[in-house]
């Protein structure tokens, strides 16, 4: 299991970014042998994925941006869906920590 975290205020949806998750709390559910944290709401870019592991947690969540992507792709027509590609390959390689890419 996890603990999932919003990464901020308001509803799911493009256009608002996540703030860092709050260390007190990350302290409190590792003090409380809590799940582990992820975070979710308003991660839509990869940078936003470091900042949040920096941070502490284990790993984000990230659904409105993948969704707009395939619905882009469907629209245009692009049924090899590479942007959405392009997006997740980004997004996952900022899961791995400076120690796991050397």
């Not at 205020?9 to 007190?24: E, F, R, S």
């Not at 936003?48 to 992507?69: F, H, N, R």
């Not at 390689?93 to 890419?101: H, S």
Request: aromatic share 6%; net charge neutral; proline share 5%.
């Amino acid at each position: 299991g996890y603990t999932y975290l919003l990464g901020r205020k308001g509803v799911t949806g493009l256009g608002m970014t996540a703030d860092l998750p709050d260390q007190n709390l990350l302290k409190g559910l590792e003090s409380y042998n809590g799940p582990p944290a992820i975070q979710g709401f308003g991660i839509s870019e990869p940078y936003q994925v470091t900042l949040a592991i920096e941070a502490g947690v284990i790993g984000v969540i990230s659904g409105s941006k993948p969704v707009s992507l395939i619905e882009r792709a469907l629209r245009d027509g692009d049924l090899n869906f590479n942007e959405l590609k392009a997006f997740l390959v980004a997004m996952k390689a900022k899961t791995r920590t400076q120690k796991e890419a050397t």
